[in-house]
């Protein structure tokens, strides 16, 4: 199970991946394990991705062949699977034994199914979700495409099989663009949750079915603490940036005073 590290500064990808690689036991105790694969992508979509090997001790080395041009910016991988996006075409690779990045499996134009007028051909960059399972691709369209421009925000699922190859499993739509941003699963694999700033300090959740499509909760109702009147300002609190435990029954998100004023302090709340 995979999953790339939150904060993307300055267009920087850093990704995780667990390994188990097989060490004879006559050597296990001078030769440390392989951990993990790590792999940086420091340009964003347009950057070579470099490959590391992190020991058991906590050393890295260079993977063979490092650095690798996969096309597209890093969203996620499996031990054996490698996923980008670009800017109309989410793309999986394959994934050696001692973490290099092979040839490419699949790829799949996202234009090509419903859901895509909401979008536009660059959110795919920043929008595009792996799940924990490793087995669906959420890809957020908003921006808008001409006739339809920032008029709504849309959500595409799809499925993975075995051989890297992306099936449309379903897409759901709501009114409204705005800065939106990635939606966050929870480990259990069933909800999900997503903020948008045009939401006035609410948040949406969903309901995956039985395809792996996200569907609206229709009975989810939450709360945030309001911040009554102080002068030309007043109202709830904004909540923007849900970010669902990959382990727990719980998410936290960002909650800003007086929802429309970003540069006001945040808070970080967390809900069960």
Not at 131 to 148: A, E, N, Q, R
Request: proline content about 7%; charged content about 10%; some cysteine.
């Amino acid at each position: 199970m995979v999953h790339p590290f939150r904060g993307f500064g300055l267009a920087v990808s850093l990704m995780l991946i667990s390994a188990f690689a097989a060490v004879p036991k006559a050597r296990a105790q001078s030769t440390p394990s392989t951990a993990a694969h790590v792999y940086i992508q420091i340009q964003g979509a347009e950057g070579a991705v470099y490959g590391l090997s992190a020991s058991s001790s906590g050393h890295l080395n260079a993977i063979s062949g490092s650095p690798f041009k996969p096309a597209g910016q890093i969203v996620g991988a499996t031990p054996t699977k490698f996923f980008t996006a670009g800017k109309d075409l989410i793309h999986s690779y394959g994934i050696g034994a001692d973490g290099a990045i092979e040839p490419q499996l699949a790829e799949m134009p996202v234009f090509d199914y419903p859901g895509s007028l909401c979008g536009s051909p660059t959110i795919g960059q920043t929008g595009v979700v792996l799940d924990h399972s490793g087995k669906y691709i959420f890809t957020l369209m908003v921006g808008g495409t001409p006739p339809i421009v920032d008029s709504c925000s849309a959500y595409q699922t799809y499925k993975i099989d075995s051989a890297g190859t992306f099936l449309f499993a379903g897409d759901i739509n709501y009114p409204g663009g705005g800065d939106s941003t990635p939606v966050s699963i929870l480990g259990n694999e069933k909800y999900a949750y997503y903020t948008a700033s045009y939401l006035a300090g609410n948040m949406l959740a969903y309901q995956r079915d039985a395809s792996g499509a996200l569907q609206g909760m229709t009975q989810f109702l939450w709360s945030v603490p309001n911040l009554g009147n102080e002068g030309a300002q007043s109202g709830a609190y904004g909540v923007f940036g849900a970010d669902a435990s990959p382990t727990g029954n719980y998410v936290v998100f960002q909650l800003y005073p007086f929802y429309v004023n970003y540069f006001n302090p945040p808070q970080l709340a967390s809900y069960r």
